[in-house]
C-alpha cells in the first residue's frame, strides 16, 4: 500500500467523550499534516509534523486538540471533550519535503460526528 | 482564515463541453498552486499543480492558466466527462510554509 491510510473511517461519539484518530502517512514522507474539512468547504489546516516534531499549530487547534507523532511514524489526533461543534471530516496528508517540490497526498478522511 | 477565493460554487457541463474554475489569491508570497479533485467520502486527490515562473501547465484534458499579475488561476478541463463529476478544490502555499489554504471548492457534474 503506497497510500495515506487513515483510521477508523467512521467515528459517532457522545458529546463530551475522547476520540482519537490515526494516520499512517507514505513510508517516506518526512511530513504530515492534519486538516478538518466540514460540508461544503474546503479542508482547513490544523497542524504538521516535520519527523517527530509538530512544527505549526493552526489557531483553529483549541487546546482540546492534541497530536502526536511519536517515531516521525505514523500520527494520532485526539480531541476530548468533544462538542457538537466538531463534526467534521478529519483528513490526514503526508509530503516529502525537499527543495522545489512539496506535494500534500490526503487519505481518505475520518468522519466524526458529535451526538 | 481562507486567503483563496473559488468560484462557481457548482457548475453543470454538458458531456463534451469545457469546464473552467476560477481562484483568486491575496497572498503574494504563495508560490506552489495546485487544484484538488474529491470525491465523495473519499480524501483530495492531487489533479494538477502550478508554480508561477509559468503561465500554463497541461496535462492531458487539465490545465491550469496561470495570471500572476492578477493574482488569479483558473482550471479548465476540456473534453468533460461524467467521470469528472467531482469537487474540486484549488489551493494555494508557500514552498516553504506549511498552511496550504484552500478554496471552498466547486462542485461539478457533467450531465452524459
Known amino acids: 500500500d503506497t497510500g495515506v491510510s487513515q483510521d477508523p473511517r467512521h467515528k459517532i461519539t457522545k458529546r463530551g467523550q475522547n476520540v482519537t484518530f490515526r494516520c499512517d502517512p507514505i513510508?517516506?514522507?518526512?511530513?504530515l499534516y492534519w486538516y478538518r474539512q466540514t460540508l461544503g468547504q474546503g479542508p482547513e489546516f490544523l497542524t504538521y509534523f516535520q519527523n517527530e516534531a509538530q512544527l505549526e499549530k493552526s489557531r483553529l487547534l483549541s487546546d482540546r486538540f492534541s497530536a502526536e507523532r511519536p517515531k516521525g511514524s505514523f500520527s494520532t489526533l485526539e480531541i476530548q471533550r468533544t462538542e457538537q461543534g466538531d463534526s467534521a471530516m478529519y483528513l490526514c496528508?503526508?509530503?516529502?519535503?525537499?527543495?522545489?517540490?512539496?506535494?500534500?497526498?490526503f487519505g481518505p478522511g475520518t468522519r466524526l460526528l458529535v451526538l | 482564515q481562507q486567503q483563496v477565493k473559488q468560484s462557481p460554487q457548482s457548475l453543470i457541463v454538458q458531456k463534451g463541453g469545457i469546464s473552467i474554475i476560477n481562484c483568486a489569491y491575496e497572498n503574494t508570497a504563495f508560490d506552489y498552486f495546485p487544484w484538488y479533485q474529491q470525491f465523495p467520502g473519499k480524501g483530495p486527490a492531487l489533479l494538477i499543480a502550478i508554480r508561477p515562473d509559468v503561465s500554463e501547465k497541461k496535462e492531458g484534458r487539465f490545465t491550469i492558466s496561470f495570471n500572476k499579475s492578477a493574482k488569479q488561476f483558473s482550471l479548465h478541463i476540456m473534453d468533460s466527462q461524467p467521470g469528472d463529476s467531482a469537487t474540486y478544490f484549488c489551493a494555494a502555499t508557500e514552498t516553504n510554509n506549511n498552511d496550504m489554504r484552500f478554496g471552498a471548492g466547486t462542485r461539478l457534474t457533467v450531465k452524459p
Open positions: 513510508s517516506e514522507h518526512n511530513r
Open positions: 496528508a503526508s509530503s516529502l519535503a525537499r527543495t522545489g517540490k512539496e506535494t500534500q497526498y
